[in-house]
């Protein structure tokens, strides 16, 4: 299994080559794109043939998950091709607008669901976010897990189980370095442990002095 990460920034790009969310799973064969955020699209054409793609899966329908699926569809016009996309249902507009397009073929998946794509299995665990938000759990040669954002919840824990490689997308709220040695014992990685404390730490301590800084001054 090959992870390429097409963009990390939220909630925009960077100058340069700063894309934001945005995965790209390759294995067995098959190729799967996790989220679409502003600038993926360029970056997703320089690692592979759109042609080839298998499916994308969106994590949740904020805007920098989601917004290079409009560009998207004017390039499967170009090449006369439908492709599919997993994800959550939402009773918005914005829903509306990404999925009313007869070149996106929208699946809705949730927490019951199993897909088979070629060699791969994907399910699906619930998170916590302003929007629905679903992570994916991708069995194949490997097994990889991708939360999109979301605070702590005990479904982290669950997808995390037996899984070989982890993208844990934390929004405010992460209950600070108590969390690292779940993560780390349920990835098998002890060794792990040390280093996150210690950055967890570091995070916990820098966010917190600066905003009570931030507060005195202003």
Known sequence: MELTVLGKYGPYPKAGTGAASGYLVSDGG???????????????????????????????????????????????EDLDRTLTVY?????????????????LKVVNVDSSSVIRLGSLTLRFYD?????????????????????????????????????????VTMTAGLYGPAFIPAVTKQLRCDALTAPGLICGALGYAVGTFLGAALFWIL
């Open 30 to 76: 098959v190729t799967l794109a996790l989220d679409m955020g502003s600038g993926t699209l360029a970056r997703l054409q320089q690692m592979t043939d759109i042609s080839r793609l298998d499916g994308i899966f969106i994590s949740h329908l904020h805007y920098d998950h989601t917004s290079d699926l409009l560009p998207l569809r004017y390039l499967l």
């Open 87 to 103: 994800t959550a249902y939402d009773d918005s507009e914005w829903y509306k607008l990404l999925f009313g397009h007869p070149n």
């Open 127 to 167: 998170m916590l976010h302003t929007v629905p938000c679903l992570a994916v759990r991708i069995e194949g040669s490997k097994t990889l897990v991708y939360t999109g954002d979301t605070m702590y919840n005990d479904n982290i824990l669950a997808a995390l189980v037996g899984a070989d490689c982890a993208i």
